[in-house]
């Protein structure tokens, strides 16, 4: 996960020749370099949203010291895409299951109870930039050599409850 930044906005007096610190601006996004574990899905929410959803895999590979055997952890994080109803859905083309995406969002943890009294706990991420770097195989030569590239910075925050996710 990337760090945390603070950015401090600074104001010069030049009679004084001093700083006042006006603002402090802050920054929490991850970046998510994986493959995508199904093909993406659509939830239409209410006030006009639509949500597009999918997991994708991060690999950690590292070599057992002691067996020298290679091992592999995998960390699925369920991500979100959210858009405003009848945007450009073009995207959906793009995320199916085996791609290898680029993703740029806001992480969070969301928990909830089990039947069998336990609570699991999922890594979630609302997107904010989508790159595909590689195409699953199964998608069509049209799209094979498109890099899809959805910088959805210009969409509007939208203010979503607990159970829109």
């Not at 995508?36 to 949500?51: E, H, L, N, P, Q």
């Not at 959210?82 to 928990?111: C, H, Q, Y």
């Not at 979630?124 to 989508?130: D, E, G």
């Not at 590239?149 to 925050?157: I, L, M, P, Q, T």
Request: one cysteine or more; proline letters at 4%.
């Amino acid at each position: 996960m990337q760090p945390h930044y603070v950015i401090p906005i600074l104001e010069h007096n030049f009679k004084q020749n001093s700083l006042k610190l006006l603002t402090m601006a802050t920054v929490f996004e991850t970046r998510l370099i994986g493959n995508i574990g199904r093909d993406a899905s659509v939830k239409t929410m209410d006030r006009g949203v639509v949500a597009i959803n999918f997991p994708v895999a991060h690999n950690k590979n590292w070599r057992d010291k002691k067996t020298g055997e290679s091992r592999t952890k995998t960390t699925w994080v369920n991500c979100t895409i959210w858009k405003k109803e009848g945007a450009n859905m073009r995207i959906l083309d793009f995320l199916k299951s085996g791609a290898l995406v680029e993703l740029l969002g806001t992480p969070f943890a969301k928990a909830y109870p089990q039947d069998d009294g336990t609570i699991k706990t999922e890594i979630r991420l609302n997107i904010s930039k989508t790159n595909i770097l590689r195409p699953s195989k199964s998608d069509s030569s049209e799209n094979s050599d498109d890099n899809y590239d959805d910088d959805d910075s210009n969409v509007e925050d939208f203010t979503l409850g607990e159970d829109d996710f």
